[in-house]
């Protein structure tokens, strides 16, 4: 799990540092964290395994305060990529229920080892829908995508 945490802090990083994704996300994402009302946030168990997501097409509602609990059931490590999502949506924080917390703007993906959980909190912004895949060499061929609507 502190794997995990170390990539998501160093992609985070990276991302911030170089500017060249900061445009693209959610400028007021605080402000908007900030506002919400988390005694309201709806909770969600996303499951993934080997080659699936645990849903089809998960519809959100903009501006409802949200927990993504990302659960690994495979024996392979998992990604939860949606770079589209990520920049629709303010991020509060991804956390792990055994390593801590971080909280950063901006993610592209996601990593899971085997038996991992990590919790996304955020508010949808952007209406649409977004791609969700595995980048793991051959796990998209093999069906690892869903999609993400914002109403």
């Not at 506002?35 to 097409?57: G, L, P, V």
């Not at 996304?120 to 995508?145: A, N, R, S, W």
């Given at each position: 799990?502190?794997?995990?945490?170390?990539?998501?802090v160093l992609g985070a990083t990276l991302l911030l540092s170089s500017g060249v994704f900061a445009e693209s996300y959610?400028?007021?994402?605080?402000?908007?964290?900030?506002?919400?009302?988390?005694?309201?946030?709806?909770?969600?168990?996303?499951?993934?395994?080997?080659?699936?997501?645990?849903?089809?097409?998960?519809?959100?509602?903009?501006?409802?305060?949200?927990?993504?609990?990302?659960?690994?059931?495979?024996?392979?490590?998992?990604?939860?990529?949606?770079?589209?999502?990520?920049?629709?949506?303010?991020?509060?924080?991804?956390?792990?229920?055994?390593?801590?917390?971080?909280?950063?703007?901006?993610?592209?993906?996601?990593?899971?080892?085997?038996?991992?959980?990590?919790?996304?909190?955020?508010?949808?912004?952007?209406?649409?829908?977004?791609?969700?895949?595995?980048?793991?060499?051959?796990?998209?061929?093999?069906?690892?995508?869903?999609?993400?609507?914002?109403?």
């Open positions: 799990m502190k794997k995990v945490v170390s990539s998501i959610i400028t007021n994402a605080s402000d908007i964290v900030g506002a919400a009302d988390w005694d309201t946030m709806k909770t969600i168990r996303i499951e993934m395994d080997e080659f699936e997501y645990s849903f089809e097409n998960l519809e959100l509602e903009a501006n409802q305060p949200y927990k993504l609990e990302l659960v690994n059931i495979g024996e392979k490590k998992h990604y939860f990529t949606a770079p589209e999502f990520y920049r629709a949506i303010a991020t509060r924080k991804v956390q792990s229920n055994q390593d801590g917390e971080i909280k950063a703007p901006y993610f592209t993906a996601i990593e899971l080892m085997v038996g991992g959980q990590l919790d996304l909190y955020f508010v949808p912004v952007t209406q649409g829908t977004f791609d969700v895949f595995c980048t793991i060499k051959g796990h998209k061929d093999e069906g690892m995508e869903s999609t993400i609507t914002i109403k």
